[in-house]
């Protein structure tokens, strides 16, 4: 089954978030309103994905799965190929969506009461993951020049010298302003983040779809030891984890 990017497909009635949805909380019609709000793609899924779903289903028995080794041979080699970085599998673990993954990092990395920076405008549930955590929402919001978006450093520095603030949230490519973080400015804030104790938890669920030379950096290219975890993730299961703790990357709504 090859993958069709002509044919329209009606997804009202089928509890869809975007179609559906719009109705539920808006008091939208679809008929008449572009739904523009979720980052949600009408494509159908590859066939080789359909084809591995139907044949899990038909036989019947859905009990509790494992994870495995290929799927984590395969995300390494992924990042290998792509990225040019070197990701021992035993280094990786799931989680069932970016935001909870995110939610792990700030409880693991984080203790309740304590401050988390995010730089709005930045993808509306960060605000949410933060304060449902129980953590203090810091702000530093971008600088923004003719449409043009940067890291205010010199804000991020002040409010990481706060010895209350933990962890920097970083979105690359950032959204919704569309910027992929050069090289130098992820060693900025790695700077920031090592100088100041506190520990920056990125994630990049929009990544793949850029082109080069836009492509987003995995990593800074610095030593700095403000990306890796100061102290061993206790809420989640990480044997290992010390060494490399990336957050999930979206894959669910990509044709």
Same mark, same amino acid.
């Given at each position: 089954?090859?993958?069709?990017?002509?044919?329209? *497909?009606?997804?009202?009635?089928?509890?869809?978030?975007?179609?559906?949805?719009?109705?539920?909380?808006?008091?939208? *019609?679809?008929?008449?309103?572009?739904?523009?709000?979720?980052?949600?793609?009408?494509?159908?899924?590859?066939?080789?994905? *359909?084809?591995?779903?139907?044949?899990?289903?038909?036989?019947?028995?859905?009990?509790?799965?494992?994870?495995?080794?290929?799927?984590?041979?395969?995300?390494?080699?992924?990042?290998?190929?792509?990225?040019?970085?070197?990701?021992?599998?035993?280094? *990786?673990?799931?989680?069932?969506?970016?935001?909870?993954?995110?939610?792990?990092?700030?409880?693991?990395?984080?203790?309740?009461?304590?401050?988390?920076?995010?730089?709005?405008?930045?993808?509306?549930?960060?605000?949410?993951?933060?304060?449902?955590?129980?953590?203090?929402?810091?702000?530093?919001?971008?600088?923004?020049?003719?449409?043009?978006?940067?890291?205010?450093?010199?804000?991020?520095?002040?409010?990481?010298?706060?010895?209350?603030?933990?962890?920097?949230?970083?979105?690359?490519?950032?959204?919704?302003?569309?910027?992929?973080?050069?090289?130098?400015?992820?060693?900025?804030?790695?700077?920031?983040?090592?100088?100041?104790?506190?520990?920056?938890?990125?994630?990049?669920?929009?990544?793949?779809?850029?082109?080069?030379?836009?492509?987003?950096?995995?990593?800074?290219?610095?030593?700095?030891?403000?990306?890796?975890?100061?102290?061993?993730?206790?809420?989640?299961?990480?044997?290992?984890?010390?060494?490399?703790?990336?957050?999930?990357?979206?894959?669910?709504?990509?044709?």
């Amino acid at each position: 089954m090859a993958s069709s990017f002509d044919k329209v *497909i009606n997804r009202m009635n089928t509890d869809s978030l975007k179609w559906d949805g719009m109705k539920e909380r808006f008091g939208l *019609i679809p008929d008449d309103t572009l739904p523009m709000w979720v980052a949600d793609m009408d494509f159908l899924s590859p066939g080789p994905v *359909i084809k591995a779903l139907r044949e899990r289903v038909e036989h019947g028995v859905f009990g509790y799965a494992s994870d495995p080794r290929s799927v984590f041979d395969a995300v390494a080699d992924w990042m290998e190929r792509v990225h040019g970085w070197t990701v021992d599998p035993s280094w *990786i673990f799931t989680a069932p969506g970016v935001m909870p993954a995110i939610g792990m990092a700030i409880r693991a990395l984080t203790s309740t009461g304590d401050k988390v920076v995010i730089m709005p405008p930045v993808y509306p549930p960060f605000f949410r993951i933060v304060e449902d955590n129980e953590r203090i929402l810091v702000q530093v919001p971008l600088i923004e020049e003719k449409g043009y978006y940067n890291m205010d450093f010199e804000g991020l520095e002040r409010a990481c010298r706060d010895k209350a603030v933990k962890m920097v949230l970083l979105c690359s490519p950032h959204n919704p302003v569309g910027r992929v973080w050069t090289a130098r400015e992820l060693d900025k804030l790695a700077e920031i983040s090592e100088e100041t104790e506190t520990v920056t938890s990125p994630t990049r669920p929009f990544g793949p779809p850029t082109k080069r030379p836009t492509r987003p950096q995995p990593r800074p290219t610095t030593t700095s030891s403000a990306w890796q975890p100061r102290k061993p993730l206790t809420n989640t299961a990480t044997s290992g984890a010390e060494r490399c703790f990336h957050t999930s990357k979206r894959t669910w709504n990509r044709p």
